[in-house]
């Protein structure tokens, strides 16, 4: 540009550029002379708990002004600004509340009932647990790292407010005092955890108290109480979920008691709002209630709505307010759902405690990433599976796009419409059958167990295998098909006069044979691939990794975690092979017999060198510190179950480095599916540590497409 065009000559600019560049040269010197100081911020917000993270109250409330209403007119205005104003109350007064929270410095005093010295992260949680007992709602959720101690911190409560003798009288809140009646006694502290963990609760307290500090019950079996009164005498009452879920049906003694004291261990069972479990458990009467678990969200962030739902943080429990002031997929809904959460919930991991001083260091622990390579016959058998299962998902997407091409988004979207049964005619006309969402997850399972060992898509799934997939006549139609695809009639076989030759060969069929006889091969069932008693690749490493890093070390043991207790029996064939004692915990084992496999493992005089674990029973309480290695056998759609089973091990008491073995195999669906591990556990830290997130949590076509490795 020629300046001297401008009515000035262009001397104004020039002016105002010396200014600038001058600007800069002084900036520059001042970054340079700068002294780079240790950041501060991380360990500050360790210290604060995050308290002092998040939106300030004007923030709070611009942002309460995006969500319009979803319906316009005098009336729906009237009644969406009436939400607001009641939203707005309810986090004002959590707002508010995080003023008188009790610093991290703070520490309660140990109640005199207690015979156990706590440590100083417990004791600042009881602090907080005291302080949340004073506001509204009475209670929260504890969400420490597992094995940091929140069973012996909430004993402590009880002893605490015991020693207190708080008269709780007058201190009704609105809901119960309309629930009052005269039959209502009122009784102690209720616990409901799952069953293997009824037993350690009692015994934490005769192993942490005084004796005769407090009277316990446990209410489980035939025999157990049926009179309220006797319930509502005990300090301590301990039951199950299924118990209460069976006492809330039938309006059993447990909704007959109003309890001074509601724990849920392992809040995340109930997880699920609609499920009879969550139903039951909000049904308590309580003032004060618990929610104990290491993972408040395991999937998506409505996995907490159940929990408020129990803690009765009105107005958030209502489906319909939450999904419109929390759960929205909104920065503002973001940043209101940290809010509850910094007011709510107290979270310490394993490695702020360390930084701060207050948990002796742990062991180290290293990860290790197993890969495994399928052999040829191995992948012939996953392609085989692979090419039927993309198949049936092109239906899918087929049906799927032909559908929403049809509609034109003009249809409300309502269920069960004229459209939809004309369109399943128009399908069945056709001859195809309509592919479900849910028979794509029957695939993926299958999928899933080529990984461990071919033979299992040979023989029945188990009722524990088949439990991520819902009951449904046609998930069974489809479970029928892939038994067909996997083992073929002998008579659909090709006669050759060397076909008894290459049916018995591990390797995959020579070039010259050709691609339909090649699949025939595969999937005979003379295959060897397919004989349990033959190790497969996944086993075979596995038993590999035993003797190299767990067997030569002299007192180390190690927890084999998989989903399917078919492959556990798998792993225990080939450890008895080598002559070592292993032990079996599944959801199959009786629950008094638990903690007798329990010690085999912990005692370091006993051979049993290996316990073979059920991912989801080793998800629950259990103390495995006489194990310092875990190995993975296969990847879970919940990566939290695997971050519980590995909490069993890399725990306080831990006395020897802990070693974390995964193993999947390449070029499988196994890497797709830690891939949605990797954003699943985001999600939750997100949620957690109040970061903004807008990864999807559930499944979506584009996921599965990844999966089925049809991304392109």
Not at 575 to 596: D, F, I, N, Y
Not at 648 to 668: A, E, N, S
């Amino acid at each position: 540009m020629d300046v001297s065009t401008l009515p000035d000559g262009g001397v104004r600019l020039i002016e105002r550029l010396t200014a600038l560049e001058s600007e800069v040269r002084r900036q520059g010197d001042k970054v340079a002379n700068m002294v780079v100081e240790t950041d501060k911020s991380t360990a500050e917000d360790i210290s604060n708990d995050g308290i002092n993270k998040g939106m300030s109250w004007d923030d709070i409330q611009k942002a309460s002004n995006s969500v319009q209403p979803r319906m316009f007119g005098k009336q729906a205005m009237a009644t969406h600004m009436a939400e607001r104003n009641v939203i707005l109350d309810r986090l004002r007064d959590l707002h508010q509340s995080l003023a008188s929270r009790p610093p991290e410095t703070e520490l309660a005093t140990a109640p005199a009932a207690l015979t156990t010295e706590l440590m100083p992260h417990q004791r600042h949680a009881l602090a907080w647990l005291r302080w949340r007992e004073t506001q509204r709602p009475c209670g929260g959720i504890l969400a420490d790292d597992m094995g940091l101690g929140k069973t012996i911190t909430m004993i402590a409560l009880l002893m605490a407010d015991k020693e207190g003798n708080i008269d709780d009288d007058e201190e009704d809140d609105d809901e119960e005092k309309g629930k009052s009646n005269s039959k209502v006694v009122r009784g102690g502290t209720l616990v409901v955890c799952p069953a293997s963990l009824m037993q350690q609760w009692a015994g934490e307290v005769r192993r942490h108290c005084r004796a005769h500090a407090a009277l316990v019950c446990v209410y489980h079996g035939a025999a157990r109480a049926q009179q309220p009164h006797r319930l509502a005498a005990h300090d301590l009452v301990i039951t199950t979920y299924n118990i209460l879920q069976r006492d809330h049906d039938q309006n059993g003694v447990l909704m007959r008691v109003r309890w001074r004291r509601v724990i849920l261990d392992e809040a995340h069972i109930v997880r699920n709002h609609k499920s009879a479990t969550s139903l039951g458990v909000a049904a308590l009467r309580a003032r004060r209630r618990w929610c104990l678990t290491g993972t408040p969200v395991q999937n998506k962030d409505l996995d907490l709505f159940a929990l408020v739902k129990f803690l009765r943080i009105t107005p958030f429990t209502e489906l319909q307010m939450w999904k419109k002031w929390i759960d929205n997929k909104s920065q503002g809904g973001q940043e209101r759902l940290s809010t509850l959460m910094r007011c709510i919930l107290l979270r310490r991991t394993k490695a702020q405690l360390q930084q701060r001083g207050h948990l002796p260091s742990l062991p180290a622990r290293t990860a290790h990433q197993n890969p495994i390579h399928l052999t040829p016959a191995e992948m012939n058998v996953y392609q085989k599976v692979l090419v039927f299962s993309k198949t049936l998902f092109a239906q899918f997407l087929h049906q799927r796009a032909e559908k929403n091409a049809d509609s034109q988004g003009f249809l409300p979207p309502a269920k069960d419409t004229a459209y939809d049964k004309m369109h399943k005619k128009m399908i069945a006309l056709q001859g195809a059958k309509p592919v479900k969402s849910h028979e794509i997850l029957v695939l993926l399972l299958r999928l899933r167990q080529v990984c461990c060992h071919c033979g299992l898509i040979a023989a029945m799934l188990d009722p524990e295998d088949t439990s991520d997939v819902h009951e449904d006549p046609a998930g069974q139609d489809l479970l029928a098909e892939l038994n067909k695809l996997t083992i073929e009639d002998s008579r659909t076989r090709r006669k050759s006069d060397n076909k008894e030759e290459e049916d018995n060969k591990e390797e995959a069929p020579e070039e010259s044979t050709s691609v339909a006889e090649a699949i025939r091969s595969v999937l005979s069932p003379n295959n060897p691939v397919f004989q349990l008693s033959r190790p497969s690749s996944k086993i075979a490493a596995v038993m590999d990794c035993l003797r190299n890093e767990v067997f030569v070390h002299e007192g180390d043991k190690a927890v084999v975690v998989s989903q399917w207790t078919s492959v556990l029996s798998l792993v225990e064939q080939q450890v008895r092979a080598a002559g070592v004692r292993s032990v079996t915990l599944s959801g199959g084992v009786p629950v008094p017999a638990r903690a007798r496999l329990v010690d085999a493992l912990n005692d370091p005089h006993s051979p049993v060198r290996v316990m073979l674990l059920s991912l989801c029973a080793g998800g629950v309480g259990l103390n495995l510190c006489g194990a310092n290695h875990l190995l993975l056998l296969d990847p879970h759609w919940n990566p939290q179950l695997e971050q519980q089973a590995q909490d069993r091990i890399y725990r306080v008491g831990q006395t020897k480095p802990v070693h974390i073995y995964r193993f999947m195999c390449v070029d499988t669906v196994e890497q797709s599916i830690r891939k949605l591990q990797d954003a699943k556990l985001e999600l939750a830290e997100n949620v957690l540590t109040g970061a903004r997130h807008t990864n999807a949590s559930k499944l979506s076509i584009e996921d599965l497409k990844l999966l089925f490795n049809m991304g392109q």
